[in-house]
């Protein structure tokens, strides 16, 4: 078979799945008949195209919420986010085809996904002062891989009743000289806020030295304010109890965070384990 024979009956394949999903009703919130009626719009205004692009079905809510209801706004987000992830190549990054780039941003353990709170979000331990590369694209390409399998862990384990992930920020060995620059911090921050909307539930940076909250104060401007409102700066035994007080299984918890797991973060064990898995489990 020709590879062009073989791109035609994929694309027809895609075609025909979209079309599927395009009849198909979702339920965005049976407890709010406004909301679900609004998600069915937004869905509405999607081509077949854009509906085989969607990574999940229940973007349409995440991006209506994100726009306090606004119909029109949360579309166009919508369908920016869905043009970024294809020329972004989202899914090149997570199906391994950037595996090399992976494996090398992820070895020092500075960024990876590791147990749930409560609630059965997965928990994202971001660990600046571990930075191993040099390389602003390796850095947002490695960050958007473990952001998405954080994602897909929490779907798995709460059977996608919970969307959201929390980001604990351990600043050991955290210094001027190995902090990421300015200008990287932006390009995180934008791809988080306008193609991720309504995935952060909380960010706990965990003991900030001062020098860190002088790092902090320069990121804010670029902050949204719904972003700034989720971050908790967790200062002294009693900040860290309570962070504590909100997580799952404390034995997976990292003494950053008030847990009291001391087990070291193997790169290869998690980057060989199952996508929607994390780290120990």
Known sequence: MTVALETEQTAATATTVAKEVKTEKFIYNEDDEE?????????????????????????????LRAEKGNIETAVERLKKTLVWRKEYGVDKIVSG????????????????????????????????GLENSDSADGQIMHAVYVLERAIAATHRNTNGKEEKINIIVDLVKFSLLNSHPLSTRKR?????????????????????????????????????????DKVRMCS??????????????????????????????????????????????
Not at 112 to 117: E, H, Q
Not at 190 to 213: G, M, S, W
Request: charged share 30%; glycine share 6%; hydrophobic share 35%.
């Open 188 to 228: 995180f921050l934008a791809i988080l806020q306008d193609h991720y909307p309504e995935r952060l539930k909380r960010a706990y940076v965990c003991n900030p030295p001062t020098i860190f909250k002088a790092f902090y104060a320069l990121a804010q401007p670029f902050m949204d304010p719904v972003t700034k």
């Open 35 to 63: 909301e679900q009626k609004n998600c069915e719009t937004i869905f509405s205004m999607l081509t077949e195209e854009e509906v085989a692009e969607m990574p999940d079905p229940m973007m349409p809510r995440r991006y």
């Open 97 to 128: 085809e950037m595996k090399e780039l992976i494996d090398f941003e992820n070895a020092s353990g500075k960024l990876y996904a590791r147990g749930f709170d409560k609630e059965g979000c997965a928990l994202l331990y971001l660990k600046p």
């Open 236 to 281: 002294g035994e009693k900040a860290i109890e309570k962070v504590r007080g909100l997580m799952g299984d404390v034995t997976k918890l990292e003494e950053c965070a008030g847990g009291s797991c001391t087990r070291t973060y193997v790169s290869k064990e998690w980057l060989e384990s199952d996508f929607d898995v994390t780290f120990d489990e």
